[in-house]
């Protein structure tokens, strides 16, 4: 275990989830999926800036 996973397990628990509802996402709804991806990657992208200003 990194000290990031032991920092948030909730955090890390939430990622497994959400990646294996895109995985059944693309298979399933490839368009939405697709959608999906883009939008966690604004929102991972927006989060991470907003980490950095903060420190």
Request: charged share 10%; no cysteine.
């Given at each position: 275990?990194?000290?990031?996973?032991?920092?948030?397990?909730?955090?890390?628990?939430?990622?497994?989830?959400?990646?294996?509802?895109?995985v059944w996402l693309i298979i399933h709804h490839p368009f939405i999926?697709?959608?999906?991806?883009?939008?966690?990657?604004?929102?991972?992208?927006?989060?991470?800036?907003?980490?950095?200003?903060?420190?």
């Amino acid at each position: 275990m990194s000290d990031q996973l032991k920092q948030h397990p909730f955090e890390s628990l939430l990622a497994v989830i959400g990646g294996g509802l895109w995985v059944w996402l693309i298979i399933h709804h490839p368009f939405i999926g697709l959608i999906v991806v883009v939008l966690a990657i604004a929102v991972g992208v927006g989060l991470f800036k907003h980490q950095q200003k903060n420190q």
